[in-house]
Structures are given as C-alpha cells and as structure tokens.
C-alpha cells in the first residue's frame, strides 16, 4: 500500500507540473490545460486518501518555488492546490457534492479575497484601482493584439468600443465574476471526479439529474432584476453582482433538466457529450438552458405526466 501511495505522489506530482509547464508554453492554447490542473492531485485524494493529496500539493508547490520563487508556488495553492486537496476530502467524508463544492468554494473565495486585501495594504493602494489597473492593462493588450493583426479603420474602432464596454461590465461586476471562475472551476474538477471513478470510489449526493435549488432561492433573483431597473448607480452595481452570482445557478438547474430528458430517453453517450458542448458554446443555447431552470421552480419540468386517455 506504501508503494501505490508514492507511486500516486510521485505521478500525481510529475503530471501536475507538466500540465503547468504546458499551459505557461501554449499562451491561449494552454487554457485546456490550466483548466485541469488540479485533477491529478484531487484524483489521486479521492483514491489514495487527503495525506497523498496533500503531499502532491507540497511536492508541487516546492519544485515551483525552486523553479520560479515563491509567487508561482503561491498562485498555484491559491488557484489549484487548496481545491485539490479539499474537495476530495470532504467528498471522502461522505459530505454530499454540492455541500462539499460550497465549502470548498467558500474557503477558495476566502483565502483569494484575504491574500488580494493584503496585497492591496503592502501596495498602499485600494483593491478597487488594482483591479481597474489590471483590466486597463488586459484591454491595452488586447487592442494591441488588434493592431498587430492588420485590424484597422472602422472594424479596428467598433473592436475598441466592444473592449471598453466589456472592461466597464468587468469593473462592474469583477467580485462576482470571480467567485463565479472559482465556482466553475470546481464544478468542472467535480465532474471530472465524476467521470473518472468508474466505481472505484463514489461521490456522495444525488445524480445532477436530481439535482434542484431551494423554492426561495428565486428572491435573489427577483431582487437582482429589480435593483438593475429600478435601482441607483451603487444598488444597480450591488444588483449585477447578484445576477452574476445567481443566473450560473440556474444554469445549472437547466443543466440538470437537460441530462434528466437524456436519461428518460436513454440518450447515447457521443450525443450526451455533443449536446453539453452545443450548450457551452452555441448561442442562445446557455440562455435557453438558464430559462429552463429558472422556470423549472413553476412548472417542474421533471415532473412524471400522467398520460391522459
């Protein structure tokens, strides 16, 4: 048992530092990588216990400070390694998965705020105008990007206006976006989990297909939408964070309708996955599916009918 245990450390350890290496070495490219960083120590949690999990955090987090320093063996932990090893540890506790993707959301958000709160106070400078510097700085890039490209005259202009109305939503609603990346982030880790168990080890709670928020959780939304028409310039900001927060959720929910339908239907496993891909990237598809959910708390769309002679 020893010798499986290291055998997941040392594995765990190499695949995880060559799924960094690739996403620093892609550029854009590299998002897919970035995006499953955390899967081999979370895997090896969910197998091997949090001990080994653990272990493949801090072996990473070491050989990254002696590649490059302590700021990319921090970014790591706050980005990868505190999800890795919590998720599968609440998961092997028998917590169900969404109470176990909540807290582990929760403990992400609050070492992520605490360390971005610091660092403001080290630089004397509101955590507000560091975020702004950061989105000015990613639209100077991207304009730039623009230009190398051969992109002038008026096509140049209207991608320039698109740009500054993306940074002002970004600056708007940045502290709900980012809970909502952090979220997504452990969703996808959790569904990786998922499908890589293969009976192995099981996760606890009910199929995503049974999934479905509290009735009342439609008062925030309620309240969202209210705010964004009715409200001032600060209730209307408060307001989009709250729709941020709030419609992924939904998503969700919509999400949950969609694979019930597949598994009423027995739908094949190649048209599952095609499905959740149109979903993600086919537009007004995401919209629908939020619909769905939304809707979903007046007409329960999983509702068995009874057929009517």
């Known amino acids: 048992m020893t010798g499986e245990r290291t055998t997941y450390l040392l594995a765990g350890s190499l695949v995880t530092l060559a799924l960094q290496l690739a996403a620093g070495l892609l550029g854009p490219l590299g998002l897919m990588f970035n995006l499953v960083v955390a899967v081999p120590a979370a895997y090896a949690g969910m197998r091997q216990g949090a001990a080994v999990a653990a272990g493949i955090v801090a ?25 890795s090893w919590l998720l599968p540890f609440l998961l092997r506790r028998g917590w169900s998965w969404g109470k176990a993707l909540v807290t582990s959301l929760l403990a992400v958000c609050g070492a992520s705020g605490a360390t971005l709160v610091g660092y403001s106070l080290l630089q ?37 206006v698109l740009t ?11 502290p709900a976006l980012a809970v909502v990346a952090i979220g997504a982030l452990l969703l996808l880790l959790l ?24 009735e009342n959780f439609i008062w925030p939304l309620i309240a969202g939408g209210a705010g964004i028409v009715l ?13 941020v927060l709030v419609l992924p959720i939904y998503f969700l929910q919509g999400l949950a309708i ?15 996955r095609l499905g959740y891909v149109l979903i993600a990237v086919l537009n007004p ?11 979903d708390m007046w007409i329960d769309f999983r509702k068995p009918r009874i057929k009517k002679s």
Do not use: C
Not at 63 to 81: D, K, M, R, S, T
Not at 231 to 243: P, S, T, Y
């Open 258 to 272: 969609v694979q019930h339908y597949f598994w009423k239907r027995n739908t094949s496993p190649f048209l599952r």
């Open 124 to 160: 004397g400078t509101a955590v507000g105008l560091l975020v702004a510097g950061y989105v000015q700085g990613e639209i100077d890039r991207a304009l730039g990007i623009y230009t190398e490209a051969g992109i002038s005259g008026e096509q140049l202009a209207e991608l320039e």
């Open 285 to 295: 598809l995401p919209l629908i599916v939020t619909g769905l959910g939304v809707f």
């Open 191 to 214: 569904l990786l989990l998922w499908a890589f168990s293969s009976g192995r080890y099981e996760i606890p709670g009910p199929a995503l297909r049974q999934w479905k928020v509290p």
């Open 59 to 83: 072996l990473t987090s070491a050989v990254l400070v002696l590649v490059g320093g302590p700021g990319g063996a921090f970014a790591y932990l706050l980005q990868f390694g505190l999800a």
């Open 164 to 174: 500054r109305q993306m940074a002002d939503f970004l600056l708007q609603a940045w």
């Open 231 to 243: 409200g001032g310039d600060w209730v209307q900001r408060i307001a989009l964070n709250l729709l």
